[in-house]
């Protein structure tokens, strides 16, 4: 049961730019893992700078980034 976590700077996207969003990255799971769609949760939060920063760098990309699948390429 895939459980994905998005955090980003805000993006302004609008309800449907997000489910269509959704959708899409709901297909990509699905199929890439081999997940029924139902079982697949999306978890999509947009951080202030500073926010991102304290909440999402120093809390968890820079602890855990070692086992990151995708590595980080900036740093704060």
């Avoid at 969003?21 to 999306?42: C, H």
């Avoid at 304290?54 to 820079?62: L, R, T």
Wanted: proline content about 7%; overall charge negative.
């Amino acid at each position: 049961m895939p459980h994905i976590a998005i955090k980003c700077y805000p993006k302004g996207l609008n309800k449907q730019q997000l489910q269509s969003f959704a959708d899409d990255l709901t297909a990509f799971i699905s199929e890439r893992l081999n997940t029924p769609d139902e079982w697949i949760t999306i978890d999509y939060q947009e951080l202030s700078e500073s926010d991102w920063k304290e909440q999402v760098y120093d809390a968890e990309v820079k602890p855990n980034g070692g086992r990151f699948l995708r590595k980080p390429h900036y740093q704060f």
